[in-house]
């Protein structure tokens, strides 16, 4: 295999300019006039001949080669200068030796000469690692990215005694700054950044397919102008500054992949306006506490969803940060399938770097994370498919030493040649799942493959536009008064809102109704069928599933008043700028629901001393009859409470009425979805037959069918209403006739 050269006169690139996200040449930001006659690729291998000695140099590379491997005992000097018998630093010397032994073990490292090595790997490419030679990087080298006054700072302090050393490091390893020094820091420091820039090089050069550098210490965390978080300097910027200096025909365009469970500070900052590095990092953020949390200069950006990247660079910085710890193999997939691959797939890098600190790794106690090593072989693999193979990976953190040689094993393995291992992804969880959608609207504006599905809604708002849950409440309320003459019931609130115009509908001369139904759900489910090629969403392919009308037509053929309240799951404002925003937590109904029913009980329903209510709960919204029946004294008025529930499944206990739990048990009957987490065990099973969760029973539906189980279970047990014993609060009936009612259901 032989690897496309793109030619020409170095201007004819800029033809694709930033906005394709195509290579921009720095020196040179203005796009010139394209030749029509000019081709950036060749068709064939022949007209790649007239390319210059360098592109040749390097188009040799070919199909088998072997993975490349660079290590060098001379990293293990950095170690902390403080030689009492307190444990060591967590950047511990033994990191790159632990991982090397595993590689041994595993077989990956030749035991033999290195003229033996070449001979084996000339038959069999893939059964061994080719050693890269590392070497300490030049003063040139790091001031690509370091200012000369923090190199001579590193430099200076082998020149320190044991006593200053010790010093430093207390004054230093605490905090943001978190770096502790010795003697030999800077020798260390050389060789890391040195094997980083081999190890990219050998790969850009075709000598091997692809690398792996088992380097301390580590670099990511360190600015233009400080060590910062166990780094000295900047390895893979380093690498990457170099092999875009030294191969400029082939290495035009860098993605750098930050898999380390801490934000990569420095490489952000230091490629933050520029175009042709794309840094896409996966780490945890934690609303911005987590290391290294908030940088000391406010101009500096942090490791936010919302930093994008400035000037030319904007689009190509690509913050993945978790809102917590804790997330594993399930969220990292499900970021590489959905944010990382395809934005770096338009992207279309010449090279990758992965910074691959292993502190994600399930058993390391500063990640606090869950991903495997299969989980790292798998984003190795899907890495791979990118830029013709030409794959780097540059060790960054990563603390227990037993973690980071099987995670880095598996990652080498996967270099090699060998398919990643086989695993069972997790699902992933709610949070991350926010955090990867918030992800994929934040780089919309830059990447084609994230905006489908992304509503403009800044955009939309220009040209008037109301949220779809307004508008169908609207629909439902003109419906409703056609077919049943159902009106607003006014409601007095403190904060107006146009979302809670028109929640309360209630049937005429409510006052004088003897029997009353009051119903309490969620907003009605809505389905979709999306345009499969772009996403697109019609009218005619929308529709709106509201399964409570058979309720309502029995209710006003029994002679009852109706009063339908409608809780939107969220409440819109002016100010809505978010085109997606979760629905209300569980806390927030309740209030919510607690303030307007017992608005409704006071003014509208305590004053009719003559009417039995009975209750309906559907779906989150039944948690409004909890608050209900534990703020006012209900009892006597409530015939029957019948719900629907899909998600929070709460107890009902008060503090002033201790028969409270019992009457619930007694007079409520609780349809809870096959599918809830409450059928899992029977210890859960047993918490939820006690009374204070009511008459909690199983809903005779299908289990395993997704969204829509709400609608099918009110559906269910709605045709068999016309069945019921009048009047339909069958709990006030003889308890034989509501063990038949029950029956029935």
């Not at 921009?24 to 000695?53: I, K, M, Y």
Request: aromatic residues 8%.
């Amino acid at each position: 295999m032989i690897d496309t050269i793109m030619e020409g006169d170095g201007q004819e690139h800029l033809s694709n300019g930033h906005i394709q996200n195509g290579f921009v040449d720095p020196r040179v930001l203005t796009t010139p006039e394209d030749d029509a006659n000019d081709s950036t690729q060749p068709t064939s291998r022949d007209e790649g001949d007239t390319s210059s000695d360098m592109t040749k140099a390097v188009i040799c590379r070919k199909h088998f080669l072997p993975t490349g491997c660079c290590y060098d005992d001379r990293m293990k000097l950095h170690a902390n200068a403080d030689y009492s018998s307190n444990p060591h630093h967590p950047e511990d010397p033994r990191r790159i030796e632990a991982i090397m032994k595993e590689f041994k073990d595993a077989g990956l490292i030749y035991s033999g000469t290195q003229a033996e090595l070449n001979d084996v790997l000339k038959q069999s490419p893939n059964s061994w690692m080719w050693r890269i030679a590392a070497r300490k990087a030049t003063p040139a080298e790091i001031c690509t990215v370091h200012t000369a006054a923090h190199f001579e700072w590193v430099k200076s302090l082998s020149l320190l005694t044991s006593s200053q050393l010790r010093q430093l490091t207390n004054d230093f390893d605490n905090g943001r700054k978190s770096i502790y020094v010795g003697n030999l820091t800077y020798e260390a420091a050389l060789i890391s950044a040195g094997g980083a820039i081999e190890t990219c090089k050998n790969v850009v050069a075709g000598r091997v397919k692809n690398a792996i550098a088992v380097i301390r210490p580590p670099g990511h965390h360190a600015e233009h102008n400080e060590s910062l978080g166990f780094c000295i300097f900047n390895n893979v910027p380093i690498a990457a500054k170099v092999c875009m200096a030294d191969y400029p025909e082939v290495c035009r365009k860098i993605l750098i992949l930050d898999w380390d469970v801490h934000h990569g500070n420095g490489i952000q900052n230091i490629f933050y306006e520029d175009p042709n590095v794309l840094y896409i990092s996966l780490h945890v953020y934690a609303n911005g506490e987590f290391y290294p949390g908030q940088p000391e200069d406010p101009e500096l950006p942090d490791g936010g969803l919302d930093k994008v990247g400035v000037g030319a660079g904007i689009g190509r910085n690509v913050n993945i940060g978790w809102s917590e710890q804790g997330v594993g193999d399930g969220e990292y997939m499900a970021a590489f399938q959905r944010i990382v691959m395809p934005i770096a797939q338009e992207f279309n890098p010449d090279l990758v770097i992965v910074s691959a600190g292993f502190d994600a790794a399930a058993g390391d106690e500063l990640g606090g994370c869950w991903v495997t090593p299969a989980c790292y072989s798998h984003m190795t693999h899907m890495l791979m498919s990118l830029a013709n193979g030409k794959v780097a990976v540059c060790l960054e953190g990563g603390y227990n030493l037993h973690a980071i040689s099987r995670s880095a094993l598996a990652v080498a393995k996967t270099l090699m040649g060998e398919p990643p291992e086989r695993m069972t992804v997790p699902p992933l969880n709610k949070e991350a799942a926010l955090t990867i959608d918030i992800v994929k609207r934040q780089q919309a504006p830059y990447w084609a493959c994230m905006r489908p599905g992304v509503v403009p809604l800044p955009e939309l708002q220009l040209r008037g536009t109301d949220r779809m849950s307004d508008m169908m409440r609207t629909a439902q309320k003109s419906m409703l008064g056609d077919r049943y003459g159902m009106i607003p019931l006014y409601v007095q609130r403190t904060k107006l809102s146009r979302s809670f115009d028109n929640q309360v509908l209630a049937t005429p001369e409510l006052h004088k109704c003897r029997k009353i139904l009051l119903i309490i759900h969620d907003p009605p489910e809505i389905f979709a069928q999306p345009n499969p090629y772009d996403n697109q969403v019609y009218a005619h392919n929308t529709f709106v599933n509201d399964p409570l009308l058979p309720y309502i037509d029995w209710a006003i053929t029994a002679g009852f008043g109706i009063v339908d309240v409608n809780m939107p799951h969220h409440i819109s404002q002016p100010t809505d700028t978010d085109p997606f925003i979760p629905k209300a937590t569980d806390n927030a109904v309740q209030e919510r629901t607690k303030e307007l029913l017992c608005y409704l009980w006071d003014n509208y329903f305590e004053i009719n001393p003559n009417s039995s209510i009975t209750l309906i709960g559907v779906g989150d919204a039944y948690l409004g009859i909890k608050q209900l029946l534990i703020s006012r004294d209900v009892k006597s008025k409530i015939a029957s409470i019948l719900s629907f529930v899909a998600g929070s499944l709460r107890p009902i206990k008060s503090d002033i009425d201790p028969y409270l739990s019992t009457w619930y048990k007694a007079n409520s009957r609780i349809y809870v979805s096959p599918d809830h987490a409450c059928w899992n065990d029977e210890e859960s099973k047993r918490k939820v037959a006690r009374s204070r969760f009511g008459g909690v029973k199983e809903a005779d539906i299908e289990p395993g069918r997704g969204k829509g189980e709400l609608g099918r279970m009110v559906k269910r047990y709605g045709v068999l209403i016309p069945f019921f014993p009048l009047p339909f609060p069958f709990l006030s009936l003889p308890v034989l006739s509501f063990g038949f009612c029950m029956a029935l259901m």
